[in-house]
């Protein structure tokens, strides 16, 4: 089963309490849920991670729905992209 990213950003973004999201993926030798996102929120909303995974349920097949980590902002690179170095951040956090 293939998950594309930006089909998951895109559904995290439509929410209206979302800031910014990035999706990456994680290795998972069950594969339950292959991706992970993290997720910052506008400065005065307060999303609960439930309230975002139930929202992509209804707008993504089941196993596209990905693990969500809050943060208060996202890596960039000079470019201003999002740099995709989250798998490292993620294993220094667990």
Known sequence: MRIHF???ESGLAAH??????AVYGVADPEWRVPVKAV???GTRMRTVRREL???LHER???YKCPRIVESDELPK???RKNLR???DLDAKST
């Open 77 to 79: 690179s000079g470019s």
């Open 85 to 87: 170095i989250l798998r």
């Open 16 to 21: 209206p309490q979302t800031l910014m999201a």
């Open 6 to 8: 930006v089909e998951v």
């Open 53 to 55: 995974i139930g929202y």
């Open 39 to 41: 997720v910052v929120r």
């Open 60 to 62: 993504l097949a089941h």
